[in-house]
């Protein structure tokens, strides 16, 4: 079975706190992403990297940087975390390389409260 | 920049009949996927459906199938024999051609004993 594995569930920070979020895959996928969930406004995109070292901003990267260091781990951070960035995190990764059918395989999500 | 819509935020279905959810999108790409995932209490997401831009005929997986209407643009998740299992968010993604995976806002589906 394929798994990605969010290191977190729930966490709770404080306003101004540097945070980390890890995910880690098994399946040796060359792409990873990390995603916000808000109520109404669906997954959307923070940052994809497409292979180690290499990352791309996503639609609302503004507040956060990513890590990858090596092919299993993607890390978000989140330099000086606000409350406007208490939501749902979901790691995911899929294979590259062409194979365009393939789906993106998610992690449990990290529910991030800032307070 | 490729956009997903799903213009029904919630959807109620009586148990053991059929419910069509909606989605469309906005591409200039010619080559790209699209996938349907169910994401249930639980959270974990999970793939129900995918199907290749490409290929014109409809995917269908078991009672799950797609009206994929690629002039319009439009790719609806039609769930036949609705079960009490089929509750959950259902979200619209669509892959472009390098990879990136763009979802849309979700519908909220309740089935109805």
């Known amino acids: 079975d394929v798994k990605v594995t969010q290191s977190s569930r729930y966490l709770v920070k404080r306003t101004g706190e540097k945070v980390f979020l890890e995910c880690v895959q098994d399946?040796?996928?060359?792409?990873m992403f990390w995603y916000r969930q808000d109520p109404g406004l669906g997954l959307r995109l923070i940052y994809f990297?497409?292979?180690?070292?290499?990352?791309e901003k996503g639609d609302i990267p503004e507040g956060y940087s990513v890590s990858r260091e090596k092919k299993e781990r993607f890390s978000l951070i989140l330099e000086s975390a606000s409350t406007n960035q208490t939501s749902m995190y979901l790691c995911?990764?899929?294979?590259?390389?062409?194979?365009?059918?393939?789906?993106?395989?998610f992690g449990q999500g990290t529910r991030l409260t800032v307070v | 920049a490729q956009t997903v819509t799903q213009s029904q935020p919630e959807m109620s279905v009586q148990e053991a009949e059929t419910v069509t959810l909606s989605c469309t999108y906005d591409t200039s790409e010619s080559d790209y996927y699209l996938f349907w995932y169910k994401q249930p209490p639980s959270r974990q997401m999970i793939l129900v459906i995918r199907?290749?831009?490409?290929?014109?005929q409809n995917a269908t997986e078991n009672r799950f199938s797609v009206n994929f209407q690629k002039a319009a643009k439009s790719f609806s998740l039609k769930i036949s024999d609705s079960q009490l299992g089929d509750a959950a968010m259902y979200f619209c993604a669509y892959k472009t051609s390098y990879d990136k995976v763009i979802f849309g806002p979700g519908t909220s589906l309740s089935v109805i004993p």
């Open positions: 199907q290749e831009a490409y290929k014109q």
């Open positions: 399946m040796d996928h060359e792409n």
């Open positions: 990297s497409y292979d180690v070292k290499m990352k």
């Open positions: 995911a990764s899929s294979s590259g390389g062409g194979q365009g059918n393939t789906e993106a395989f």
